[in-house]
């Protein structure tokens, strides 16, 4: 994993702390997926499914049997995505619209965008040793990740360090960009 940068680690934290317990308050439902996803826009947001939205979201976009499983994971579908942006993620974007100011694009999308994605997981990472998402058996059912929009190999190799192994774990890591794909 490359390096990350303490000041984002930070503010991700938070923002992912304040915008996760949000949305466990507003819906008090059960959730199995909680992703931080980042994408060429160069400023990360939140995703999340919940068992019961998933049912209604199956339903309601008429998925059939064949991509269901695939559909419980995708990050871009769930109704929860960027849930709270305005509200938790305005220090966020402050902190890296000075940091991106002075950075070429090609600095951006490189080094920039390997740091952002480091501190992404580095944040995930802490607020999972807080037990934010569970501890022992309750923590195996639940999936935490960074995702790389569109997807990449990194996604696959984020989920097996952020989350304990599990069959969850395992369904989860069968619709990721496999590394065995691009051999």
Request: glycine share 4%; proline share 3%.
């Amino acid at each position: 994993m490359e390096a990350y940068d303490d000041s984002l680690v930070a503010a991700f934290e938070t923002a992912l702390k304040n915008s996760f317990s949000s949305l466990r308050t507003t819906y008090n439902e059960q959730f199995y997926y909680y992703a931080f996803i980042f994408d060429s826009g160069l400023y990360p947001y939140i995703s999340a499914w919940s068992y019961e939205a998933l049912e209604k979201s199956i339903i309601e976009n008429n998925i059939n049997d064949q991509d269901r499983a695939w559909w419980k994971w995708d990050c871009c579908d769930s109704p929860y995505v960027a849930y709270g942006y305005d509200e938790f993620f305005s220090q966020v974007k402050t902190l890296l619209d000075e940091r991106g100011r002075e950075l070429s694009e090609d600095d951006l999308f490189d080094a920039e965008w390997k740091i952002r994605v480091a501190s992404m997981e580095e944040s995930l990472k802490r607020l999972d040793q807080t037990g934010f998402f569970g501890t022992g058996d309750a923590r195996k059912s639940v999936v935490v990740n960074v995702e790389v929009v569109p997807p990449d190999t990194s996604g696959y190799y984020s989920a097996l360090r952020l989350n304990p192994k599990s069959s969850l774990l395992s369904d989860y890591l069968e619709c990721c960009e496999h590394p065995d794909d691009h051999s």
